[in-house]
């Protein structure tokens, strides 16, 4: 009898945490995530907060801290300045793609593609997915370079990929 409570109460606490887990957007994720908070200022910066929570669904290529890094310091603090909020915008939703993109359909499109894919970004520009030596690459309408270090970091409006740049638009 113990053991059947203790089963059923793993049970409810398992559907508790699984509940949970389903239950973030990919902000939350992006909140949670150490080697995002650049990203998380920049979306915070341009009010897209409340937009990445609606109910979606986007692919988000988040870069990390280090990629806003690799960017001349002006850039980024200048950006961040509110009288530049629709460039900041710009730049932001050039790394969003409607729908649920997860790693197995990119790879697939890609295939389909002949070995690349060009997709739409919510700001209206274009990207060119492709695969490079195993790794799915991003290169932007400018010719710069994303490489994708860990997919599928899945939200309940939106899955996200990490990348190792910041891709920009035109």
């Known amino acids: 009898m113990k053991s059947k409570f ?7 606490v398992s559907a508790l945490f699984s509940t949970a887990q389903a239950q973030k957007t990919i902000v939350d994720i992006a909140v949670g995530s150490t080697d995002h908070t650049t990203l998380v200022a920049a979306v915070t910066a ?6 990445l929570q609606s109910k979606g669904p986007f692919t988000v290529f988040a870069p990390v801290n280090a990629a806003f890094a690799k960017l001349p310091k002006e850039v980024v603090a200048t950006l961040l300045k509110p009288e530049n ?10 790394h ?9 359909a990119v790879v697939k499109a890609i295939t389909d593609g002949g070995g ?16 490079k030596d195993g790794k799915v690459i991003l290169t932007d309408e400018n010719g710069g370079v994303a490489t994708v270090l860990v997919t599928d970091l899945k939200g309940d409006n939106g899955v996200i990929h990490v990348i190792d740049s910041v891709v920009l638009p035109k």
């Open 116 to 131: 690349k894919v060009e997709v739409t970004t919510v700001s209206g520009g274009k990207l060119i997915v492709s695969l």
């Open 46 to 51: 341009a009010g897209l907060v409340e937009t």
């Open 96 to 104: 969003v793609v409607a729908g649920n993109l997860d790693a197995a």
């Open 85 to 94: 909020k629709a460039a900041l915008t710009k730049v932001l939703t050039y």
């Open 6 to 12: 203790l089963s059923l109460v793993f049970l409810a």
